[in-house]
């Protein structure tokens, strides 16, 4: 092969190179503009990740932030609470300047503050906005609108605005969330919105909650009270009962004390006389103090402190001991010496004690006797009141339990063994019957040693 010498500036060759050089550069600039078209689809690829990873940040936070204010708001029960902690979650949504939670009240038929956090400038722009029927608007739509502050100057026009949000419950609106904030209103977007609408519809099963709660305090409350009532009533039915009895347990001693009254006046035997006239006179005052404990309103609420079960049933058993006599009822006590003191409510108790004692007294109209037994069984205390009256038959003895239900016609409440029961069950303990027809009943109750342990 014969090689050429190349000279510089040589023609031909140029010539003959240059379809080559500008084949290679066309191919260079095809190679250049494929690198960055691949640029460019590189950059927006990763400007795409970079918008979707932030987007799943914020949609991460979000539900961080929904999922917060839930956990927190389900546990608060006070308004005031409720409204700090949407006020404080707010405020990672957006700046807040003032804010406040406004309830609508179907008694009065205006719209009420959950907190008295807000200022008089916010409830000025609420009745405005109220007067204007912005807000039945944005309830009747069930959409959060911006509207700017218009009491700002030119300066700072869409520098403050309102954010007016629709608290909503069941799809019905109970209220407004209204915030004032210094974010401009172009910079609101729906994202945010949505946001804000979430906050405030999990407020508003919060109110729910809080106003349910509040109105179970409330009605925990009236009970307690009806059921102090109804104990009262039953015992002061007992007390009118037991009158007769009473009069004439307080009118014996009271014979005695006239008859030694006028041995005294004559001067006769005094250091002795006057003995038996302070013995008398501490009987009757025995017995009013015991009628009187007895009879002392019930209180409402439940105080547990030590009982001795056979000084109460003792105490009671002196108001009622002259009906027994007086029907020929012959009372037996085989009370445990050793019996332990159980944690309970005493007035309550013997409540139940008396009821059981009346209801064997009216069992046995032509005589009998009570039995009453304590004892000490498995951790528990064991009462029983035994008769030898009628009976329950079996078709009654289910109801007898139960509230307004006598067998004693218009002299009966029907509320004695209902209470009893009640007041047992407040021990938590457990009360039953166990009877023969003609025979006799058994009245038996079992109360722990400790109420908050329950029966062993």
Partial sequence: MKRRNFRTGDP?????????????????????KALERTVELLKREIDLKSRATSDFKDSIDEILLIQRLSTKISTALNPEDIVTELIELTRQVIPVIDCNVYVYDGESKC??????????????IM????????????????????????????????EKNFVIVPLVLRNEGIGIYLIHTNKKQIDFTNQILLLLSILANQTAV?????????????????????????????????????????????????????????????????????????EQVEKIAQITRRLLNFSRKVPED???????????IQEILTLVSYQFKYNDIEVVLKLDPALP????????????????MINAKDAMQNGGKLTIETLSEGGNVVIKFTDTGIGIPPEIREKIFEAFFTTKGSRGTGLGLSISRWIIKK????????????KGSTFIIVLPLNPERGLK
């Fill in 12 to 32: 031909e060759i140029i010539e003959e190179l240059l379809p080559q050089i500008e084949k290679f550069i066309e191919s260079r600039e095809i190679y250049i």
């Fill in 111 to 124: 719209f009420k503050k959950l907190s008295d956090r807000g200022g008089e400038y916010l409830d000025k």
């Fill in 127 to 158: 009745e405005v906005y109220i007067e204007d029927g912005i807000v039945d608007y944005v309830l009747r739509e069930k959409r959060s609108i911006v509207l700017p502050d218009i009491n700002t100057s030119l300066d700072e026009f869409d």
């Fill in 206 to 278: 919060a109110v729910e909650n809080s106003k349910n709660y509040n109105a179970l305090l409330k009605a925990n409350e009236e009970l307690k009270i009806t059921q102090a009532q109804m104990i009262q009533a039953a015992k002061l039915a007992a007390v009118g009962e037991l009158a007769g009895g009473i009069a004439h347990e307080i009118n014996n001693p009271l014979q005695i004390l006239l008859g030694h009254i006028q041995l005294i006046q004559i001067g006769r035997d005094l250091p002795k006389r006057i003995e038996i006239v302070r």
């Fill in 302 to 312: 439940f105080k547990f402190e030590p009982v001795n079960i056979n000084f109460a």
């Fill in 341 to 356: 003191l159980i944690y309970g409510n005493k007035v309550y108790l013997q409540q139940v004690f008396l009821n059981l």
């Fill in 427 to 438: 021990h938590s303990g457990e009360i039953k019957v166990e009877s023969e027809v003609g």
